[in-house]
């Protein structure tokens, strides 16, 4: 029975197998990246065991054998010439241009707080949803300033972009009379109680920082007060310790390095700057 089985599995279908068992795995890693098979597939150990398992059998039977595997297999033997492709101007145009749609996130700076209904206008978050948004701002200072949205409007809207995968940015900041009242921790503690919903998390979530008095001023806080607001942010309840807490207001390619070093800021959320490709270059770079 064993040798039966010993006999089946030859050397030429064990590989033969494993290869096309692979193409699968490759295909939807590169086509569909942000899918949740594509992410089983990724985090989960037990695939890489059985391809590794199997390839270093491979490698064994190789060196105590001398099996020649390029003159009995015929597979992938054209891999030899896939280099002339690189040659050619319009598959490298190609070729980087889905390498960089499927590296690339999309993002939304305004959801319905209403999941359906007839409001003529709105993009509820399903809608976001069905056009694969990745990401969403909520609760920024123009929204605050002149749409009057409030903390509880802020809540909802993240609750139903979270519910739908979509990851919400929820941005708080204080203005500058608050400021000078001495009101921003105030101001910030009741934005971070209110705005951020229960089901939020380090996962799901983002939060960014954005003094209302530094956005489009060119005024910036000082990398104390920007790593101070970002401390409170994160030592505000526990589970806010994991957030990915970032920093608005007036990034540019002069402070953003100074900005994203400090020990409480997870990054930036850039504005006007991302406007001008030079400065966002750098910034980035």
Request: hydrophobic letters at 40%; charged letters at 15%.
């Amino acid at each position: 029975m064993i040798e039966q089985i010993a006999a089946f599995f030859t050397i030429e279908m064990i590989y033969l197998w494993l290869n096309i068992g692979v193409l699968p795995f490759w295909f939807v890693l590169i086509f569909f990246p942000q899918s949740k098979i594509c992410s089983l597939l990724v985090t989960s150990i037990f695939p890489f065991l059985i391809l590794g398992g199997t390839y270093c059998y491979l490698v064994y039977y190789y060196f105590s054998t001398g099996y020649n595997f390029l003159e009995n297999f015929n597979l992938y033997k054209g891999l030899f010439n896939l280099g002339s492709l690189f040659e050619n101007e319009s598959f490298l145009i190609l070729f980087w241009t889905h390498f960089l749609a499927v590296n690339l996130f999309c993002g939304a700076q305004d959801v319905s707080s209403f999941k359906e209904g007839a409001y003529t206008g709105e993009l509820s978050a399903s809608m976001l949803k069905d056009n694969n948004i990745d990401f969403c701002l909520v609760g920024h200072s123009e929204r605050r300033q002149y749409f009057a949205e409030t903390n509880h409007k802020v809540n909802t809207k993240s609750s139903n972009l979270i519910e739908e995968n979509i990851i919400p940015v929820i941005c708080i900041g204080e203005t500058l009379e608050q400021k000078e009242k001495n009101l921003t921790e105030e101001i910030l503690t009741s934005q971070i109680k209110d705005s951020v919903p229960n089901l939020a998390n380090h996962q799901n979530a983002l939060i960014a920082y954005e003094p209302v008095w530094a956005i489009g001023t060119g005024l910036t806080p000082t990398l104390n007060e920007i790593n101070q607001a970002h401390e409170l942010i994160k030592n505000f309840d526990q589970k806010f310790i994991d957030f990915k807490v970032l920093y608005g207001g007036s990034v540019k390619s002069s402070n953003s390095k100074e900005i994203t070093n400090l020990g409480h800021v997870d990054g930036c959320l850039i504005g006007g700057a991302s406007l001008k490709v030079d400065e966002f270059n750098t910034i980035i770079s």
